[in-house]
């Protein structure tokens, strides 16, 4: 049942469907997340040190830092990367292990409109620093993975990754995170991280971190681009 | 958080604050901790005495037969954002258009 009173009231304002329960997960807030909402607070922006003039309205329905349309920004993290054995390096044969990352969606209403998914990964920094620039670098793959036990999906994006010291950012095609019945209201996907070169192999990476970046459009709220005022 | 809404006085825009601390819910909103919502309240007689002549739609609205006075409402909205932790421990931030009043006018 809806709170009673005020909370009620504040919760249809604001669009959520139930009121929060009991105490979040103590995390870290994101630094992107901090910088997209100062970017955004009307209040925040005139007060903070990009003083935005106050005539400068923030364009609706829009993330100018990311250059996408949208109105909410997620910060999902993964449920438990699961390392799992590869088939051996082509050339090494030493296994490098692959990993299954789980993203929870179901709080993404069937509305939304996915306008930008943008991966992040975080690799132990033991392994980052054993492959240097020196090394010959690395190849992510990203792929849909299918159920657990099912072999993997169609492969959603390849790239080649220099170093593993930073964040590792990829973006996927915004289609993969489009509500479709068969997808349980959640994004599984099979990464492998390869070493770019069977000359020189680096050492395996050791995958710290996944969160996806998910930026959505609920056109409920986002009139199309509202015709200039006559 | 609202100023007293007295009867009479002329068409303002009053304070009211919302508070996510009197909702309960400081834990999982991270920012902001509140914000100025405020809402229109006041009698809107034309010509309002004192002030300058309206010259708008609403004066032509008032010469409809048997047409009630204009009303009291936003004539300048603002909107906010809501940077939150949503069931999921997801990071949320979401934008919410026409969410604080900042002028009203008789309409």
């Given at each position: 049942p809806a709170p009673p009173g005020p909370a009620a009231a504040l919760l249809r304002?604001?669009?959520?469907?139930?009121?929060?329960?009991?105490?979040?997960?103590?995390?870290?807030?994101?630094?992107?997340?901090?910088?997209?909402?100062?970017?955004?607070?009307?209040?925040?922006?005139?007060?903070?040190p990009r003083r935005a003039s106050p005539g400068a309205?923030?364009?609706?329905?829009?993330?100018?830092?990311?250059?996408?349309?949208?109105?909410?920004?997620?910060?999902?993290?993964?449920?438990?990367?699961?390392?799992?054995?590869?088939?051996?390096?082509?050339?090494?044969?030493?296994?490098?292990?692959?990993?299954?990352?789980?993203?929870?969606?179901?709080?993404?209403?069937?509305?939304?409109?996915?306008?930008?998914a943008r991966l992040e990964l975080r690799f132990a920094a033991a392994v980052a620093a054993a492959a240097g620039p020196g090394a010959g670098g690395w190849e992510l793959s990203v792929a849909l993975a299918g159920d657990a036990g099912a072999g993997p999906g169609p492969v959603l994006l390849r790239r080649a990754v220099r170093g593993l010291e930073l964040p590792v950012r990829a973006e996927l095609?915004?289609?993969?995170?489009?509500?479709?019945?068969?997808?349980?209201?959640?994004?599984?996907?099979?990464?492998?991280?390869?070493?770019?070169?069977?000359?020189?192999?680096?050492?395996?990476?050791?995958?710290?971190?996944?969160?996806?970046?998910?930026?959505?459009?609920?056109?409920?709220?986002?009139?199309p681009l509202a015709r200039p005022r006559r | 958080g609202a100023e007293a809404a007295l009867p009479g006085g002329a068409c303002r825009a009053r304070r009211l604050y919302v508070s996510f601390r009197d909702v309960g819910w400081h834990r999982w909103v991270i920012a902001p901790r509140?914000?100025?919502?405020?809402?229109?309240?006041?009698?809107?007689?034309?010509?309002?005495?004192?002030?300058?002549?309206?010259?708008?739609?609403?004066?032509?609205?008032a010469l409809v037969p048997g047409a009630g006075p204009p009303c009291c409402v936003p004539a300048r909205l603002s909107p906010i954002s809501v940077l939150f932790f949503d069931n999921s421990d997801n990071v949320v931030l979401r934008h919410y258009e026409d969410m604080v009043v900042d002028e009203c006018g008789c309409r």
């Open positions: 304002a604001l669009g959520l469907h139930d009121a929060p329960r009991g105490a979040p997960t103590p995390r870290p807030v994101p630094p992107v997340m901090w910088r997209l909402f100062r970017r955004r607070d009307p209040q925040e922006a005139r007060a903070g309205a923030v364009r609706p329905c829009h993330v100018e830092e990311l250059g996408v349309a949208g109105n909410i920004v997620r910060h999902v993290p993964a449920r438990g990367a699961r390392a799992r054995p590869a088939e051996p390096a082509a050339a090494t044969g030493a296994p490098c292990p692959e990993w299954t990352v789980v993203f929870d969606l179901a709080a993404v209403d069937d509305a939304e409109r996915a306008s930008l095609p915004p289609a993969a995170c489009a509500r479709n019945a068969s997808v349980p209201r959640g994004l599984r996907l099979a990464l492998a991280l390869r070493p770019g070169s069977p000359a020189a192999p680096a050492a395996c990476a050791a995958l710290a971190e996944a969160s996806l970046l998910l930026v959505t459009v609920d056109p409920r709220l986002c009139h | 509140g914000f100025l919502a405020n809402y229109c309240q006041g009698r809107c007689a034309l010509p309002a005495p004192g002030a300058p002549p309206a010259l708008n739609h609403a004066v032509l609205r």
